[in-house]
């Protein structure tokens, strides 16, 4: 179970609203897998076994955690769901004080990806933040104008076949 805790991104865990319901119930206290399902289901109308999927990727996810009490499971809220969230949140706080953009203070455009990298290598220019470069294949040289009648925009194709009578 631990394997798949660590492979869920705790933004995909919450991009369903069905299952931030599911955690907004459940930071009241701990529900029974029924009491959520007709919670959430019929808010949501989806069905129980829908609402059972969304339960286990929640739990899959870190987020939340069951114990069984004779025939019913009852579902709960974890600190470590949480805290991966906002581990992740803290993660694009830091990328985004980093990021790409004009820098006020320098007076300068910022792109973390442009200059040489940390250890004094160069940064490879694959992706984004390299310059752009002209196309090589299919460029055009001259668009042709439609003020020109010779431009030729509207092609006179040759006829296949009989021609029609006039």
Do not use: C
């Not at 499971?73 to 993660?91: C, K, M």
């Not at 980093?98 to 007076?107: F, H, S, Y």
């Amino acid at each position: 179970m631990d394997r798949y805790r660590r492979t869920i991104n705790p933004f995909e865990a919450m991009a369903e609203p069905a299952r931030r319901r599911i955690i907004e119930v459940l930071a009241s206290g701990e529900h029974t897998a029924g009491q959520l399902a007709e919670a959430v289901g019929g808010e949501f109308a989806i069905s129980r076994t829908a609402v059972s999927k969304h339960l286990r990727i929640l739990r899959d996810a870190g987020f939340l955690d069951v114990r069984a009490e004779y025939q019913w499971r009852w579902y709960f809220l974890t600190r470590d769901g949480l805290e991966r969230l906002e581990y992740a949140v803290e993660q694009l706080r830091q990328k985004m004080a980093g990021g790409l953009g004009w820098d006020t203070d320098l007076r300068d455009k910022r792109d973390p990806l442009g200059g040489p990298a940390f250890d004094g290598r160069p940064v490879l220019r694959k992706g984004p933040g390299r310059e752009p470069a002209r196309g090589r294949r299919g460029h055009q040289t001259s668009a042709p104008r439609a003020s020109d009648p010779e431009a030729g925009l509207y092609p006179v194709l040759p006829v296949v076949g009989p021609m029609p009578p006039t």
